[in-house]
Nanobody, 123 residues
Framework: QVQLVESGGGLVQAGGSLRLSCAAS????????MGWFRQAPGKEREFVAA????????YYADSVKGRFTISRDNAKKTVYLQMNSLKPEDTAVYHC????????????????WGQGTQVTVSS
């Protein structure tokens, strides 16, 4: 069974940094591109970043480009999201999932979601 466990969120002032982690199990981690999504209160979940199976290619939503960095460690079955220069509009619950690309967008691969990790950025 797919399990995704996110951690690393917290409360930070605008301009600060956080590093999120997501430990995955129940699937062949190294064979799946991985991604991060976020959901703010009252809004739909949105794509944040994705990384290829090997980690050699990364993709970002325009809203986080230049501030966030996604990475992965296939030996540890873990994907990371380094978030710098945080803004209040980054406040959301962040989730990871394997991803697939269709049309012009990235979509979550699995229906099992973890509990997510809350990121709150104060102004």
């Amino acid at each position: 069974q797919v399990q995704l466990v996110e951690s690393g969120g917290g409360l930070v002032q605008a301009g600060g940094s956080l590093r999120l982690s997501c430990a995955a199990s129940g699937f062949t981690f190294s064979r799946d591109p991985m991604g991060w999504f976020r959901q703010a209160p009252g809004k739909e979940r949105e794509f944040v970043a994705a990384i290829s199976m090997s980690g050699g290619r990364t993709y970002y939503a325009d809203s986080v480009k230049g501030r966030f960095t996604i990475s992965r460690d296939n030996a540890k079955k873990t994907v990371y999201l380094q978030m710098n220069s945080l803004k209040p509009e980054d406040t959301a619950v962040y989730h990871c999932n394997a991803v697939h690309y269709s049309g012009t967008k990235y979509y979550p691969q699995y229906t099992n979601w973890g509990q997510g990790t809350q990121v709150t950025v104060s102004s």
